[in-house]
């Protein structure tokens, strides 16, 4: 079965550090863009990073860059987002979407074919 799902969330205070895994199970992420995206009530869901299957080339929004990395292990079908230094602002359901279209990874949640269900990751002191 082709899904996606997501794991890692939780609950840090302000500077502390997570780590969510998104298993991408019946897929070969040689071939499709993986995107890390959030939301909170009331707002639209954001991109945070995504990476492109063919050439793992990376892209992270301004408001993450230098915080967060978002990595991958073909062998295993999965991608990893460190998380460092997070803020309240950072607050928010954490979604893992699979696009499997040949292009570069995109901001566009339009362009995802697969989600997961979202993991809680709650930055509060």
């Known amino acids: 079965q082709r899904q996606v799902v997501e794991s890692g969330g939780g609950v840090v205070h302000p500077g502390g550090s997570l780590s969510l895994s998104c298993q991408a199970s019946g897929f070969g992420l040689d071939y499709y863009q993986i995107g890390w995206f959030r939301q909170v009530p009331g707002k639209e869901r954001e991109g945070v990073s995504c990476?492109?299957?063919?050439?793992?080339?990376?892209n992270y929004a301004d408001s993450v860059k230098g915080r967060f990395t978002i990595t991958k292990d073909n062998a295993k079908s999965m991608v990893y987002l460190q998380m460092s230094n997070l803020q309240p602002e950072d607050t928010g359901s954490y979604y893992c979407?699979?696009?499997?279209?040949?292009?570069?990874?995109?901001?566009?949640?339009?362009?995802?074919?697969?989600w997961g269900q979202g993991t809680q990751v709650t930055v509060s002191s």
């Open positions: 990476i492109k299957g063919s050439d793992g080339s990376l």
């Open positions: 979407a699979l696009d499997s279209h040949p292009r570069s990874c995109t901001f566009i949640p339009g362009a995802y074919d697969y």
